[in-house]
């Protein structure tokens, strides 16, 4: 690991007053479970590294009648465990629940998780000519594509979106509060937060080199919603795939309006089945309606050479996200 300055600031200000407006030679730190990896597989090797650790205002969770705003520092686990939350947002707290195991959730951040680094094992090798570190093309595309994007087209890059925190937040109509130079601060929809990279000067997400997540709000309109994930195992690992679904009504035989289907881990950005969201708008969900969603949720996937198997595996999420949040039997656990 590259020797580098460390500092911790007090204040979000005081912490985005130490970013530099170019990307590289310095990094955020939180809980570091991202950043102190690509550190020592030297994909990162900033000189200065901020840690938002003394930040006590960003680890808050605020309640109020009409929306929810959750601190950027706060830990998955405290996501994952409050009571008002498990509540409103159940689509976003089992998704915190089930991320690595206790050790990963009590670092990790809500920020962390938003602005995290993909996971493609040839961007964190640093041998690989990565098309994201300088390279010419995207290695996966014809190499080990098994867990990539299955939603490819245009994309020259074909990593697959980390985050599973942002596939209920987009659902449910969150938004993030940006910091930068000279206390500029802005709102940006989730939904719109996320970028498909093509080279080395790109990240996952929206925000300049020298701008900060301070929070995220959340909207509480009372929605049903729910999230379902399919992993190869259940501790210290990324989904497969990941649905999270949001809508009004829906429950004991009310027809579903607003509906937002959100997947997650099958395309470089979270993306939003809107093709599944209109199987499902102004009808009561059951068994034969959510089967069908889950087919107009792969409408358009081009998968690559070894992940056509993720086709299945996202209808069979958005089924069941669907019935989780409509209140239906559980099948899968009988």
């Known amino acids: 690991m590259k020797n580098f300055a460390y500092f911790r600031p007090n204040t979000p200000e005081q912490a985005v007053a130490l970013l530099e407006a170019n990307r590289g030679n310095t990094e955020l730190l939180a809980g570091g479970t991202d950043l102190l990896a690509l550190q020592?597989?030297?994909i990162a090797q900033p000189g200065r590294v901020v840690?938002?650790?003394g930040i006590a205002a960003l680890r808050t969770i605020t309640i109020a009648a009409n929306a929810v705003t959750i601190g950027a520092g706060?830990?998955?686990?405290m996501i994952a465990d409050h009571a008002d939350l498990r509540r409103l947002f159940p689509a976003l707290t089992s998704a915190a629940g089930d991320?690595?195991?206790p050790q990963i959730r009590n670092m990790g951040t809500l920020g962390g998780n938003l602005c995290q680094r993909n996971r493609c094992w040839y961007f964190r090798?640093?041998?690989s000519p990565c098309l994201l570190r300088g390279g010419n093309r995207c290695s996966a595309i014809e190499g080990e594509n098994k867990y990539h994007a299955i939603f490819t087209a245009n994309h020259r890059c074909v990593i697959a979106s980390p985050s599973t925190l942002a596939t209920g937040l987009i659902a449910l109509g969150a938004s993030a509060e940006i910091l930068g130079p000279k206390n500029n601060r802005r709102t940006i929809e989730l939904a719109k937060f996320f970028f498909a990279p093509v080279g080395p000067n790109d990240r996952e997400h929206t925000l300049a080199a020298n701008e900060l997540v301070t929070s995220v709000t959340i909207p509480n309109r009372g929605l049903a919603n729910a999230a379902y994930e399919v992993r190869q195992k259940q501790a210290t690992d990324w989904p497969i795939v990941q649905c999270a679904v949001a809508f009004a009504g829906g429950r004991n035989g009310a027809k579903a309006t607003g509906v937002k289907i959100v997947l997650s881990h099958v395309a470089p950005t979270p993306l939003l089945a809107e093709a599944a969201?209109?199987?499902?708008?102004n009808r009561a969900i059951n068994d034969e309606i959510a089967t069908a969603a889950g087919r107009a949720a792969v409408e358009g996937a081009k998968p690559l050479p070894q992940n056509g198997y993720k086709v299945r595996l996202v209808e069979v999420a958005v089924k069941?996200?669907?019935m989780l949040a409509a209140g239906l039997p559980r099948y899968w656990e009988a």
Do not use: F, M, V, W
């Open 40 to 42: 020592k597989g030297y």
């Open 51 to 53: 840690s938002l650790n």
């Open 74 to 77: 706060a830990t998955l686990a």
């Open 99 to 101: 991320i690595g195991g």
């Open 125 to 127: 090798d640093e041998h």
């Open 277 to 281: 969201g209109r199987a499902i708008e």
């Open 320 to 322: 069941r996200a669907l």
